[in-house]
């Protein structure tokens, strides 16, 4: 079967010498499938009759440190995307007794075999560039055309060797905008619990890419209905069936699905979709009737959903980086925001808090919370005046750094290198926070002047004041919260 499709020179190149060396080479997987969707494809991958030290032998830089076989082939493109081929010879695959790897990797002579071994019939398609022919031995073209993933094979067996399949069928689906096959479907359903011993780290980057692609929304509803949801984030689902407040009108986890939705309509980064995600996680444990507002109230849900966060994270091994920040953003969501009372010291406060480089982010977190509850209006004035405030406020010192007095001038002074130091910097920043006009060289020395003679407990009572306050209003929260029920 004669089919042009656009290949990469340097793609080329690679397929042509293997097949001048006398070896079979196609190219196979996500970039085939890509390439007849209509999609640019991510990664480009061959596979081949030849060894690996066949395949190293051919190319002049190539690097191979892997376990599967895979050679890469180091091209003198400038585009990612191009800069290595990797070349895989055919491989088939022993039993899996772990739902995880192959017991064996064994290569292979027939492509036949390589292609069998594949997850699903979109991603078993080869295809030669030389001859434009594609070999499609599982019905792959059929089910692209129909916008259908299904497995190689019987779903139930394909899923029992290897896990983590479920979850690609979701993020392929979420990614492509494709169905999962009734059958295969059925078989995820069945084996939903063997996802329990995938690495978290794998559960990890196909949530990523769940979270990245434009249906998240629609890809953890299929995860949830077909029962893998609770072995990506378990926590979601306390929010199912969790009637909030009258300003919501959906319960907690389609507000959660909602919030992510709307965060990856606006293409907003990764960290601000976790947190649009969990920014409320924390709501079902801290849910307590009002008889006197006759309405359910979540005091210290922030606090609450903020430590989870950091546990849903740490768990799934997010880089720390990146569960500090969402934190962080799920802590501070519920900043106060009203323009006509709000002062400007209390959005420099706000700032302070998450950080310059994240207040940015924590407004659009507030759009995606505004948006989730199913009220209209992204942007309404109230928020758009508020933002003009932060604008206003990001001219004003709001961290240690910009403060007109350093650790060293403090040394100057005749301090000695101690935590005093980083005491008096913040008992100087605290102040600056309610008056940037104090932030001069003068002020900022006559003022250390006075504070290097309080004792260390003074001082670090005026140095800890923001972050005593903040730590004492988070304990306090829990505190009530455990008074209530029996939430840690
Ligand atoms: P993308 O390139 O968008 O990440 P992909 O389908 O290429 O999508 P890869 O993880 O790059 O995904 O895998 C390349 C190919 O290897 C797949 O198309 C599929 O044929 C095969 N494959 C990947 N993971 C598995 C798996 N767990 N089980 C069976 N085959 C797999
Ligand atoms: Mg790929």
């Known amino acids: 079967m004669e089919t042009k499709l656009a290949v990469p020179k340097e793609v080329r190149e690679v397929s042509d010498a293997l097949q001048a060396a006398g070896f079979e080479a196609y190219l196979v997987g996500g970039c085939v499938r890509d390439l007849i969707v209509g999609r640019e494809p991510k ?42 081929i990797e070349v895989t010879p055919y491989r088939t695959e022993g039993k899996y007794a772990d739902a995880r790897h192959p017991d064996a990797v064994h290569f292979s002579d027939s492509l036949s075999d390589d292609l069998e071994r594949r997850d699903f019939t979109i991603n078993a398609i080869a295809y030669d560039p030389a001859s434009s022919v594609l070999v499609d031995e599982h019905g792959g073209r059929e089910d692209i055309a129909s916008k259908r993933i299904k497995t190689v094979g019987n779903p139930h067996e394909r899923f029992e060797e290897d896990a983590l399949r479920m979850l690609r069928a979701v993020r392929i689906a979420a990614e492509l905008d494709f169905v999962i096959d009734a059958q295969t479907a059925e078989g995820i359903a069945a084996q939903a619990t063997q996802l329990e011993k995938i690495s978290r ?14 249906r998240p929304m629609q890809a953890l509803y299929i995860a949830q209905k077909l029962g893998i949801l609770k072995y990506v984030i378990p926590e979601l689902e306390e929010g ?21 939705q709307h965060a990856a309509d606006k293409e907003w980064p990764l960290d601000v979709r976790i947190a649009a995600l969990l920014h409320d996680v924390g709501k079902p444990a801290t849910r307590v009737w009002s008889d ?73 977190l507030r759009v995606c919370d505004r948006i989730g509850t199913g009220r209209p209006k992204a942007h309404p004035f109230r928020l758009r005046k508020y933002m003009s405030m932060v604008d206003e406020a990001m001219r004003d010192p709001v961290s240690v750094g910009m403060l ?85």
């Not at 780290?201 to 434009?214: A, C, F, G, K, T």
């Not at 407040?245 to 959906?250: G, K, L, V, Y």
Request: with cysteine; glycine share 4%.
């Open 43 to 84: 990664d480009w991958d061959i596979t081949t009759n030849a060894t690996p030290e066949k395949i190293q032998a051919l190319f002049e830089d190539t690097f191979y440190e892997n376990e599967y076989g895979t050679v890469g082939v180091v091209t003198k493109s400038d585009d990612p995307k191009l800069k290595v």
């Open 201 to 214: 780290e794998r559960v990890r980057d196909e949530l990523i890419r769940i979270v990245q692609s434009p």
């Open 240 to 260: 199912i069936g969790c009637a909030q407040n009258q300003a919501h009108s959906f319960d907690v986890f389609e507000h959660l699905m909602r919030s992510l």
């Open 292 to 364: 006197e507002k006759k309405d359910w109230t979540f005091h210290g849900h922030d606090v609450v959903s903020a430590r989870m966060t950091k546990k849903i994270l740490n768990n799934l091994k997010f880089p720390k980086e990146t569960t500090d920040k969402v934190a962080t953003l799920v802590r501070t969501h519920m900043f106060f925001s009203d323009p006509e009372v709000v002062t400007l010291s209390a959005v420099r406060r706000v700032i302070a808090r998450v950080g310059r480089d994240n207040i940015n982010d924590l407004l659009n």
């Open 404 to 488: 007109k007095i350093d650790g060293t001038k403090l040394i100057e002074l005749g301090e000695k290198p101690s935590p005093r130091i980083g005491w008096i910097l913040h008992a100087l920043l605290e102040e600056v926070l309610d008056d940037p006009a104090k932030n001069t060289h003068e002020y900022m020395e006559k003022r250390a002047g006075e504070l290097m003679k309080l004792d260390d407990k003074e001082l670090r009572l005026l140095g800890e004041a923001g972050k005593d306050r903040r730590e004492e209003e988070d304990a306090a929260a829990i505190e009530e919260l455990r008074k209530k029920h029996h939430v840690n």
